[in-house]
């Protein structure tokens, strides 16, 4: 019977096997350090089955395994994303960025809204490196966004807040594909300007917003290099009041640099929008914007090439962050690393020395 | 005798035997490939001494050794590079941008002309990605520049066209260090459009210049993402006879988007200039603005942070790299990664499990 529910679980589940069976091999040793007793795990059809049907409690359980740091919950987690991975991908993913003060929270809030009103399913995640490195998170806070989580169409998950960044970026990335799979319409993807997030978020999303406010020449110093030309839009928050008139100036100076920059997503004109989050002005509009968006990508094969890309370097990213975490973490190099760096930058040696004398080291 | 002239030569050496050995422990089996019978090389201390007293044959005889892919001459232009190094650093490194067509040429060979009628030693290096692919070079066609070749002040070295991109990266870095020791005041380092080989000579130079035409809007269509925001100054070339009107209306265009950007350079303001190659005006100006950014950073310490950064990163960039070469070269890998990757696109597996499935092969 069940069997025939899930035609393709068998060979999936044999995949898993052999895969699982790795992380004993290398670099799981801090996972193994929390290993403890085994508890009973759900069943993980009738789990996968009950987050398609749209459980709320069994949504946040699923993420509950995908963000453990235990080698079981693990383990686990990657056997049910693989049993929802066929359901994913309907959704349209929008990255969200801006320096703190920009009004994302607010943002996010008015937008979520109005698409929940609208009957669609919004679920808002959050990338925040800061978590990773210090525990605290400047997303994380509980309290934000307290009318968007009452409303039956919004699902809120703040950032995962233990891990290392590669940790944070794999189960952000993984939420959003099992929020997709429960059915989820939209997925807001929230990030704060530290360290590499934007580009992480760029990375997962089709399409990225830019929230900027008033006084834009002062307001960039404090942007990143390389953010605007990660935009598909750039929306000026604040938009009200006294305040509506430099709004416009500054969105017109953001058309004209925008104009000078390669676009974001080929095919895209890239522009500026005003918006005001509490007179709940322009975000129509731009939700307009992004349909047009997906439309025309999509027509033009730029939306799923563009997935398909993501995937594959996402692949490339972890074989990366693998290696050289097997690297840095090997006991010569912890042990020699500082002083080879210091030779190097004395021109004591040069780097192609200090490099060969800590790889012979490691493979000799 | 030789051991008074040369005290820290014993102590260097020794570093070099340990490190020599390292190239028979991995990733050097491409080079012993080509390993053939031992000729005599020159004694190093010598030809450092030569390079020094700036030899214009022996300077081009070190970078032969620093450019060769056989073990043997590899490692004795990494020893010839150590004696070298404290004698290097003194030039100020001159990175040079631009789309093809934008008169990168010209314009070396009016600025580098300028130069040397002053009296400065001018060396013109080049990087060009698409030599290390293809073995044909956009930049390395040995007739452009006739005319400052022939200057006694000058020495143009042509792009290096064979190994990988990281390969000629290393070698285009290393035969920077040479020349300074062979006491070049101004090092300037060309590259086109391909690749990542902007990115690569802003990671090596202290002053970075892009050079771009007339018609920004249409122009700039061709200019990858994220490289204004890496220019301490941008050109607009060609700026002569009818063109002059339409050069100043770019160059202020050029500086309304750099005042919106991030600057390249902590404490400098990137501008835009006007410059005729063939004119020759523009040049002095420009020549004036990179001593005031060499007088500005140096004295705010932001010169010599740079270049320490620079090098601790090249570092741990030779570190990933070299990580890389040896996972993507493993049989296993090499077998089975396009399998992987196709099975991670079409849904089959999560990359994740793609990645362990391909990291417990290599390491069981």
Same mark, same amino acid.
């Given at each position: ?20 069976? $790795?992380?004993?091999?290398? %670099?799981?040793?801090?996972?193994? *350090? ?9 069943? +993980?059809?009738?789990? %996968? ?10 949504l946040a359980k699923a993420i509950t395994f995908i963000e453990s740091n235990l080698?079981?919950h693990y383990?686990y987690g990657q056997?049910l994303l693989?049993? @929802? ?6 959704? &349209?993913? /929008?990255?969200?960025?801006? +320096? ?25 995640l959050? /990338?925040?490196?800061?978590s990773s &490195? ?19 169409? %919004?699902?809120?998950r703040p950032s995962p807040s233990s891990g290392?960044?590669?940790g944070v970026h794999r189960k952000t990335r993984e939420t959003m594909?099992i929020?997709?799979? !429960?059915?989820?319409? +939209?997925?807001? &993807? ?9 580009? /992480? ?25 390389? /953010? ?18 430099? !709004? ?9 640099? @925008? ?9 895209? #004109? ?9 007179? *709940? ?10 349909? #047009? ?6 027509? $033009?094969?730029?939306?799923? #090439?563009? *997935?398909?890309?993501?995937?594959? #370097?996402?692949?490339?990213?972890? &074989? ?23 030779? %190097? ?12 004398? @800590? ?6």
């Open positions: 019977m069940d069997k025939k529910e899930h035609p393709s679980n068998e060979s999936a589940m044999h995949v898993m096997k052999g895969i699982s069976s $790795s992380h004993d091999g290398f %670099a799981s040793s801090k996972r193994k *350090r929390f290993r403890k007793k085994a508890e009973d795990l759900p069943d +993980v059809h009738e789990l %996968a089955e009950k987050v398609q049907a749209g459980g709320r409690n069994d080698q079981r383990d056997e693989q049993q @929802l991975l066929p359901h994913t991908g309907k959704a &349209i993913r /929008i990255g969200i960025t801006g +320096v703190p003060g920009a009004g994302k929270s607010t943002f996010i809030e008015s937008f979520g809204h109005m698409l929940c009103d609208r009957g669609l399913k919004v679920a808002v959050a /990338i925040d490196p800061s &490195i210090s525990g605290g998170s400047i997303l994380g806070d509980k309290t934000r966004m307290e009318q968007l989580a009452k409303h039956p169409n %919004a699902f809120i290392t960044l590669g594909l929020c997709e799979a !429960a059915g989820f319409d +939209v997925i807001l &993807i929230e990030t704060v300007g530290v360290g590499q997030s934007e580009f /992480i978020v760029r990375s997962m999303v089709d399409f990225f917003l830019l929230i900027v406010l008033t006084g834009a020449g002062d307001e960039l110093q404090g942007m990143k290099k390389g /953010i605007m030309e990660l935009a598909d839009a750039i929306v000026v928050n604040k938009a009200d009041g006294a305040n509506k008139k430099l !709004a416009e100036k500054t969105k017109r100076e953001f058309n004209q640099v @925008l104009h000078m920059l390669q676009p974001a997503t080929k095919g895209w #004109e890239s522009k500026a929008f005003t918006c005001s989050a509490i007179e *709940r002005t322009g975000i129509p509009e731009l939700w307009e914007t992004i349909q #047009e968006f997906e439309e025309k990508t999509k027509a $033009s094969g730029v939306f799923e #090439e563009r *997935r398909q890309l993501q995937t594959r #370097e996402w692949l490339h990213t972890l &074989i990366t962050e693998q290696l050289r975490t097997n690297f840095y973490n090997h006991p010569y190099v912890k042990g020699n690393l500082t002083r080879m760096e210091s030779q %190097a930058m004395s021109g004591e040696v040069t780097p192609a020395q200090a490099v060969e004398e @800590l790889f012979s080291n490691i493979y000799k």
